[in-house]
């Protein structure tokens, strides 16, 4: 899969197919761009760009990574 692109201030939920969230341990490689939480949900902070990592605490072979990239947020309305 490609990378994630997100705006800033957008909150995604990063979920595993066969692993409960207890059992995962999420990382971001900037905190200052992309944070994540215990439960993995991911949020866009500034514009550039990060990778999010999840492990299993059960199997150390299990692993994976996401990229994401944070784009600013486009103005929706320019009053003059």
Request: net charge positive.
């Amino acid at each position: 899969a490609g990378p994630l692109t997100l705006s800033v201030g957008d909150t995604v939920t990063l979920r595993s197919a066969g692993s409960t969230v207890p059992e995962l341990v999420f990382t971001s490689s900037d905190t200052m761009l992309v944070s994540v939480t215990p439960a993995g949900l991911v949020t866009a902070r500034m514009p550039g760009e990060g990778r999010i990592s999840v492990t299993s605490k059960t199997n150390a072979r299990a692993s994976g990574a996401v990229v994401v990239r944070v784009q600013s947020r486009g103005a929706s309305a320019i009053a003059l």
